[in-house]
């Protein structure tokens, strides 16, 4: 079956870096766009950043954009989510999406999620 692991949370301090990487199996991974989403406790899921199967279009929600870099390596099923610059309101879990989306940005149009992990930004 599908499975989706993200790995590479943590806690950060304002400024930093991580690397967040979502390991993919039980599906064709090169077929399918990616996504990464992230909801912070009390809030609703929010789009991050989304990739196509080919790697070729990446795109990005305002709040990330130039700061978050999504990839994938098709070889090794994985997407990554480069994150720098980080900020205390990024703290979130965040989950990787796997699917045929109609919208990249939208949630619901993905059918597969893996169970997230913590990112925690201190100031």
């Known amino acids: 079956q599908v499975q989706l692991v993200e790995s590479g949370g943590g806690l950060v301090q304002a400024g930093g870096s991580l690397r967040l990487s979502c390991a993919a199996s039980?599906?064709?991974?090169?077929?399918?766009?990616m996504g990464w989403f992230r909801q912070a406790p009390g809030k609703e899921r929010e789009f991050v950043a989304a990739?196509?199967?080919?790697?070729?279009?990446?795109f990005y929600s305002d709040s990330v954009k130039g700061r978050f870099t999504i990839s994938r390596d098709n070889a090794k099923n994985t997407v990554y989510l480069q994150m720098n610059s980080l900020k205390p309101e990024d703290t979130a879990v965040y989950h990787c999406?796997?699917?045929?989306?109609?919208?990249?940005?939208?949630?619901?149009?993905?059918?597969?999620w893996g169970q997230g992990t913590q990112v925690t930004v201190s100031s």
């Open positions: 990739i196509r199967w080919s790697g070729g279009s990446s």
């Open positions: 999406a796997a699917g045929y989306p109609s919208r990249l940005d939208r949630g619901r149009d993905y059918g597969d």
């Open positions: 039980g599906f064709t991974f090169s077929t399918y766009a």
